[in-house]
């Protein structure tokens, strides 16, 4: 039996502008016509669960507005549902385009429901997480239970799920020569679990059962890098690319099935190896877009990866990276709070507009030209409404002001900041020539 045309990529396909293509559209200056054969062809996916109903849709691909991803959720140690929801608030108040809830302690269901019910923006999942939570240990994971969970996700209204299809029982030995071996916590359980199994990863081997549930709720698929480098040392390596290669089929397979897929990138990448990697996965996935974490570009700042990696994060965007996962100063370090999800993502939103930028996306400067404008007329309000983060920015103000003995509303169009003072002004020099 034929299956029925659900899916934004079925539903493009045959002709149809959906209401989520339309949205996207406006809000990406694109016509609904071109942003439909793009759905269609799946060089752009729209994640948009048919059962999260107070979604604004959004879309991911390198021809549209780069987008940012803050990853949330507890852990065995650590957070609880209140301080999540808070986490997310964070996130989507600072501008991050999607939100994954990585929990792998304690009330995961729950906190990913009232995640869910809370977010206008779409949330991803790592299903591999709950299954091991589910199953108690990792001998006792099985297909079916992966399978229930992906089910039980896709029912809940996750947008899109990382799987971890790619990474197999031959790519293990690769990873064996690497200084940090395997870094994904998914692609080291499903390791784990083939080598002690024997198997093949059950990812892999029930992907066309998968196919079918992710079709069914149009859920997303994130084919997850496994095999991601952890550290400098590993980077570009024969594990990386073989595993790059079998998502480059799967995401064939997605697309033979109707069903949208999107492709995670590299963690840890010298400066000069990114674009490299930028074209190789584009051309191996055939235009599918792309998902980066980072990359990483430095292994020495430990406290600072936030910045570190939007470094190589807007070199990897102005090569084609379609959506960029924030690192937060807490990475390799510890959970985040909800004030390491503010920094990351404004660290990940300039990433993110800085390449747009450079790409000449539509309207992508016209904040900077405005703020530039109100910093010609000194006009401080305006400069901190225009500002990625407003309260970062008066907050500095005003601690800059004090520390001169002004008060911070003195004169808010003061034609001076006290770096320069009213003589050294620069601006404010030049401006009466």
């Known amino acids: 039996m034929p299956q029925i045309k659900i899916t934004q990529m079925q539903r493009a396909a045959s002709g149809e502008i959906t209401e989520e293509i339309r949205r996207v559209a406006e809000s990406e200056f694109l016509s ?8 269609a062809a799946g060089t752009v996916v729209i994640p948009a669960n048919i059962h999260h109903p ?10 549209l507005r780069t987008k940012i991803n803050a990853n949330i959720g507890n852990s065995s140690l650590s957070s609880c549902p209140k301080q999540e929801l808070e986490k997310l608030a964070h996130a989507i108040k600072y501008g991050a385009d999607t939100v994954m809830d990585l929990s792998t302690g304690a009330n995961i269901q729950q906190i990913r429901i009232q995640i869910i019910k809370h977010s206008p923006v779409p949330i991803g999942t790592v299903p591999i997480y709950e299954a091991l939570a589910r199953a108690g240990s990792i001998s006792k994971l099985s297909e079916d239970l992966i399978l229930d969970v992906i089910h039980d996700q896709a029912e809940q209204g996750v947008d899109y799920m990382t799987l971890h299809a790619g990474i197999l029982n031959e790519h293990i030995d690769l990873a064996k020569k690497r200084c940090l071996k395997i870094v994904s916590r998914g692609g080291s359980i499903l390791a784990s679990w083939m080598r002690e199994m024997g198997k093949q990863n059950p990812f892999y ?19 997850g890098d496994g095999m991601r480098p952890g550290c400098l040392k590993d980077a570009s390596d024969e594990a990386q690319f073989a595993e790059l290669d079998v998502l480059g089929q799967l995401v064939k397979r997605c697309r033979a099935a109707g069903v949208q897929a999107m492709v995670e990138g590299p963690g840890h990448i010298p400066f000069n190896e990114i674009a490299m990697n930028m074209e190789r996965a584009d051309k191996v996935c055939e235009g599918a877009p792309f998902y980066i974490l980072g990359p990483v570009v430095t292994d020495c700042v430990p406290g600072y990866d936030h910045i570190s990696s939007a470094i190589g994060a807007t070199m990897g965007a102005y090569h084609g990276a379609a959506m960029l996962c924030y690192v937060t100063p807490k990475e390799h370090l510890g959970l985040p709070n909800a004030d390491d999800v503010r920094q990351g993502v404004i660290a990940y939103k300039i990433a993110a507009h800085a390449a747009d930028i450079a790409l000449n996306r539509p309207h992508a400067r016209d904040r900077d030209d405005a703020i530039s404008e109100a910093r010609a007329e000194f006009d401080w309000e305006k400069q901190f409404s225009l500002a990625l983060d407003p309260e970062k920015a008066r907050q500095l103000r005003a601690e800059a002001l004090k520390e001169s003995g002004k008060p911070f509303d003195h004169d808010a169009r003061a034609q001076y900041c006290t770096m320069c003072g009213p003589d050294f002004c620069s601006m404010r020099i030049s401006k009466n020539i």
Request: proline share 5%.
């Open 205 to 223: 081997t029930a992907f066309e059962k998968i196919l079918d549930i992710c079709h069914k709720a149009d859920v997303t698929i994130s084919l």
């Open 54 to 63: 107070n979604l604004v849709p959004m879309g991911i691909g390198k021809s």
């Open 32 to 39: 609904p016509e071109e942003l439909r054969k793009k759905v």
